[in-house]
């Protein structure tokens, strides 16, 4: 497997896979630490998970210049990326007790009540965008409840999920209560069946989400879906359009366009849409592609070629449907996976830019006759990740919200994850949730305990 820097295009580093003789020894190896990381208390686990938190954050540096190079994320996102990560390993060593402590349940019974027990080995199955990220937020409340984990990394990223055992080996953590599988994507398939996998948490787009719930289904084993998006931003005539602008400009380009919570359909209401348009094409124009690791580049190349070939594709083909390319939409000579920042005008149901994720910075912007067809554009769509709405009216705001299908809505905000919130969406874009208290009874076996009504003491049997 190669790491290919996506700027000049060389390889930066090959691995060799894992054979399936190492990777049987590894899955062995994890089951078995199982078995003990389990019995572990909660404060020793987070004291390994808060070192985890601090070793992030001493080595945020060289690990932001690892995804640079690997994935194309510009460094300041890179460090930001990590101290995340840090975070959410704090939040969990901080609040997984209270998640997790046993909750009494008043039924017939003397006393009833319900315990969470660890699953086993988990595996996780992550994509390049959020390298360590993606990992860590499923990491960090798995292993918080006592299982381990088994990451099988996107193929281009090996580097970083060798830098994330790395982590938490340093950390303190037993050797294989989360190790990293290096292996293709043609080998998932064999992971989900092996026996000694107990559940998988897969993070990518919709069709690899389809063939993991349907191995992991086959199986009868527990899979959570977090997957691709196309998160409709509504701009409502009482919208404070500076602050929609700026939202809807960052949070398209974050990560060059390439999240799944991304804005990627601006749905305007009629009265605003061409200020809406002008100010936005404006600012797009302003944006500089350039070297991840240079301080004034906004955004980096793209994880690949291939990815920017497609994206290109889409762009192509929402103008052959009818959309206007506004700004961008050409691919630049050169080595490196660049494409700029590009804005498609005149986007309808039915075009490219409509019906499918664009994952690479390309921005939609959508006329609405109205609120209401507002609401029915946003939710005419296979996705159902995130949402933004503008909007000065903070009942109206409510009320609207509760008619989004989505997984979150975001009012006056972009769409973001934090520990604290749960994360994940509906439709296409998947099921389960990640993140917060939710995030944690994933992996879980829900136990109800239950004491019958006081049997009579043995002396008194007659
Ligand atoms: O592709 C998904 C990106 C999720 C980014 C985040 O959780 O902030």
């Excluded at 089951?31 to 404060?43: C, G, I, M, T, V």
């Excluded at 209270?98 to 315990?115: G, M, N, R, T």
């Excluded at 509760?402 to 509906?426: H, M, Q, T, W």
């Amino acid at each position: 497997m190669e790491s290919i820097n996506p700027q000049s295009g060389k390889v930066i580093q090959t691995y060799s896979s894992a054979t399936d003789e190492a990777l049987q020894t590894r899955l062995r190896a994890a089951a078995d630490e199982f078995q003990h990381w389990k019995l572990n208390s909660f404060p020793e686990r987070a004291k390994l998970m808060h070192a985890a938190a601090t070793l992030l954050r001493a080595r945020k540096a060289e690990l932001a210049e690892l995804m640079a190079d690997e994935m194309g994320k510009v460094i300041r996102d890179g460090i930001a990326e990590i101290e995340k990560c840090a975070g959410c390993c704090d939040y969990y060593a901080e609040h997984a007790h209270q998640f997790l402590q046993k909750q009494s349940i008043a039924s017939d019974a003397q006393e009833s009540y319900v315990a969470y027990d660890p699953l086993g080995v988990i595996l996780a199955v992550m994509p390049w965008n959020f390298p360590f990220w993606q990992v860590f937020r499923f990491a960090a409340p798995a292993l918080m409840a006592g299982n381990v984990g088994v990451l099988k990394h996107a193929s281009n990223v090996s580097g970083c999920a060798l830098a994330i055992e790395a982590v938490f080996k340093d950390a303190g953590f037993p050797a294989h209560a989360f190790s990293t599988l290096l292996v293709e994507s043609s080998r998932v398939e064999a992971l989900i069946r092996n026996p000694l996998v107990s559940a998988v948490t897969l993070t990518g787009s919709t069709p690899a989400g389809r063939s993991v719930a349907g191995i992991a289904g086959s199986e009868l084993k527990k899979c959570v879906l977090e997957l691709g998006g196309s998160d409709a931003y509504i701009v409502l005539e009482d919208a404070d359009l500076d602050l929609a602008v700026d939202l809807c400009v960052k949070s398209r380009l974050i990560n060059a366009g390439q999240s799944c919570i991304a804005a990627k359909r601006f749905i305007v209401v009629r009265p605003l849409r061409a200020e809406f348009e002008a100010r936005y094409a404006e600012k797009f124009k302003a944006i500089r592609y350039g070297d991840p690791r240079d301080p004034a580049t906004d955004i980096g190349p793209m994880a690949r070629t291939d990815l920017r070939d497609q994206v290109h594709a889409q762009v192509m083909k929402s103008v052959e449907q009818g959309a206007r390319l506004l700004v961008g939409g050409v691919v630049p000579d050169g080595p490196g996976a660049y494409y700029p920042a590009t804005v498609l005008a005149g986007v309808k149901p039915g075009m490219t830019a409509f019906d499918d994720e664009i994952f690479g910075p390309v921005a939609a912007i959508i006329e609405a006759d109205d609120e209401e067809h507002a609401i029915a554009l946003a939710n005419q769509s296979v996705f159902g990740l995130g949402a933004a709405l503008f909007t000065r009216d903070r009942d109206k705001a409510d009320r609207l919200a509760r008619r989004i299908e989505a997984g979150c809505v975001f009012i006056n905000s972009f769409v973001k994850s934090d520990p604290r919130l749960p994360f994940g969406g509906i439709k296409q874009s998947g099921f389960g949730r990640e993140l917060s208290w939710f995030g944690i009874q994933e992996f879980v076996n829900i136990k109800t305990v239950y004491h019958a009504a006081a049997a009579k003491p043995a002396h008194a049997v007659e």
